[in-house]
């Protein structure tokens, strides 16, 4: 298996290609969108070094929670099939604190730069 370049660093590549030889040779609404294709890849490559992490404590948390192993998609149906039927809600022990973790890591994937993530944080 090839090991390098890995995800990551072809990412950087490619943003550092936008940021220094494409974006200063463009004009107006093109150099806006060239900041948010730089700032999509950015993302993506948070998403493949924390999304992993992110998932595996979600269907950690939901397995608890739920009272059953599974995987995350199939327990995270779970846990919405409950919230829509009533059978639970955020007055249910866990949820409210199952879904402020969920909501903080993904946060700090697509936007960890976000002003009120340092204070949803425990």
């Given at each position: ?5 890995t995800a990551g660093e ?63 998609a199939e327990l995270n ?46």
């Amino acid at each position: 298996m090839i090991t390098a370049p890995t995800a990551g660093e072809l990412i950087d590549a490619v943003i550092g290609f936008i940021e220094t030889r494409v974006a200063p040779q463009m004009k107006d609404r093109d150099i806006f969108l060239a900041r948010v294709a730089v700032n999509a890849l950015a993302a993506v490559k948070r998403e493949i070094a924390e999304g992993p992490a992110a998932e595996a404590a979600a269907a950690a948390r939901l397995a608890a929670l739920l009272g059953y192993e599974g995987d995350f998609a199939e327990l995270n149906e779970k846990l919405c099939d409950a919230l829509r039927s009533g059978d639970m809600d955020l007055s249910t022990p866990g949820v409210f604190d199952h879904l402020k973790a969920s909501i903080i890591d993904q946060v700090k994937i697509d936007q960890p730069n976000y002003s009120g993530l340092k204070a949803l944080q425990p």
